[in-house]
Nanobody
Framework: QVQLVESGGGSVQAGGSLTLSCAAS????????MGWFRQTPGKEREGVAA???????TYADSVKGRFTISKDNAKNTLYLQMNSLKPEDTAMYYC????????????????WGQGTQVTVSS
């Protein structure tokens, strides 16, 4: 059974940092592409960062240089390190797994967590 559980969300001031974690079970991260996505009310879900099974990464332009996606295959855990946070980063953040190649398109991801809220105040 594939399960993804996010944690680490919270409320921070602009310029602060947060690290999100996604604990995976039922599959090996080394065999899947993983992604972080975010969504606010009234907007479509958007890709933030993705990492392939081999470790190659891609980022949305809005977070390049500020966010870092990584994984620990031994712990079967995905991470998103978020630095220099801005109010526009406020959203519900989701991790997802795909048996396809890594990409920022949410439609290719088959398995999703329930999300963790990130709120950034000015």
């Amino acid at each position: 059974q594939v399960q993804l559980v996010e944690s680490g969300g919270g409320s921070v001031q602009a310029g602060g940092s947060l690290t999100l974690s996604c604990a995976a079970s039922g599959f090996r991260l080394s065999s899947y592409s993983m992604g972080w996505f975010r969504q606010t009310p009234g907007k479509e879900r958007e890709g933030v960062a993705a990492i392939g099974g081999g470790g190659t990464t891609t980022y949305a332009d809005s977070v390049k240089g500020r966010f870092t996606i990584s994984k620990d295959n031994a712990k079967n855990t995905l991470y998103l390190q978020m630095n220099s946070l801005k109010p526009e980063d406020t959203a519900m953040y989701y991790c997802a797994a795909s048996n396809f190649y890594y990409d920022l398109r949410p439609d290719i991801y088959k398995h999703w967590g329930q999300g963790t809220q990130v709120t950034v105040s000015s």
